[in-house]
């Protein structure tokens, strides 16, 4: 991508990023390194012409790996409580749509977002402030 002075480079993070959570480990502190990385390489790779962004969106039920990430964990809630659990966080009162993430990733390695770089796009529906 340097020699071709041009590229775009995507992370994809999630909410644990940003808020504390149970359950989770070190996922968020590792999600939260992934977003640092993010501005990071931007500001090394931008003079060069490359983008960097990430996208954080929300736990998404329609992804397999949420089912996935569920199963693994005692929540002592069933699985439709567990979804109805996660659209309660958000200002909408539901989560993004795999759809809707994969639509705003396209946007983002458009040129029609060209001065967009060094971010993380926040898709949580509210569920965390920037």
């Known amino acids: 991508m340097i020699p071709n002075g041009s590229g775009v480079i995507m992370t994809v993070t999630s909410l644990p ?7 989770n480990g070190g996922y968020g502190a590792a999600h939260a390194a992934k977003e640092a990385l993010t501005r990071d390489l931007s500001a090394e790779l931008a003079p060069h012409g490359l983008r960097v962004l990430g996208l954080r ?4 039920p329609e ?8 199963e693994a964990k005692a929540t ?13 966080t958000t200002h909408a009162q539901r989560v993004p749509t795999l759809a809707e993430v994969a639509d705003t990733a396209a946007f983002l390695v458009s040129d029609l977002a060209a001065g967009i770089t060094g971010t993380t796009v926040n898709l949580t529906m509210g569920a965390t402030a920037d």
């Open 17 to 23: 990023a940003r808020i504390g959570t149970r359950l």
């Open 57 to 60: 969106p929300h736990g998404m």
């Open 63 to 70: 992804a397999a790996s949420m089912r996935e990430v569920f």
């Open 76 to 88: 002592g809630m069933t699985w439709d409580q567990f979804r109805t659990y996660l659209a309660s």
